[in-house]
């Protein structure tokens, strides 16, 4: 029900894009996003969009490299990550509401979220 692609290897300062293929009902006028974890940190969220009207939500260390987007065509949401650095490698997933959240966030219990199964994103 939700499929990520696109992660790799790319040096400091190159760009990356995401994919998340997700079913209709794990689409429809949800947050969908993504968070990462990097080895012996913390989980964190990265960047969520709602697809019932496109409003986004970054974190600080991404705003203004990193873009999200939607494509109701598809079911799928995008992650363009630009000017990557080291700090950003980690393991990327993606995630879909399961509260019926109309104000997307970039936090919650793990449980309140649907899982991907991760992307890893190496920046050297």
């Known amino acids: 029900q939700l499929v990520e692609s696109g992660g790799g290897s790319v040096q400091a300062g190159g760009s990356l894009r995401l994919s998340c293929a997700l079913s209709?009902?794990?689409?429809?006028?949800?947050?969908v996003g993504w968070f990462r974890q990097a080895p012996g940190k913390k989980r964190e969220g990265v960047a969520m969009?709602?697809?019932?009207?496109?409003?986004?939500t970054y974190s600080d260390p991404v705003k203004g490299r990193f873009a999200i987007s939607q494509d109701n065509a598809d079911n799928t949401v995008y992650l363009q990550m630009n000017s990557l650095k080291v700090d950003d490698t980690a393991t990327y997933f993606c995630?879909?509401?399961?509260?019926?959240?109309?104000?997307?966030?970039?936090?919650?219990?793990?449980?309140?979220?649907?899982w991907g199964q991760g992307t890893q994103v190496t920046v050297s």
């Open positions: 995630v879909s509401d399961l509260q019926g959240r109309k104000k997307c966030t970039l936090g919650g219990p793990p449980i309140s979220w649907y």
């Open positions: 209709q009902l794990r689409y429809d006028n949800k947050c």
């Open positions: 969009i709602y697809t019932g009207d496109g409003a986004t």
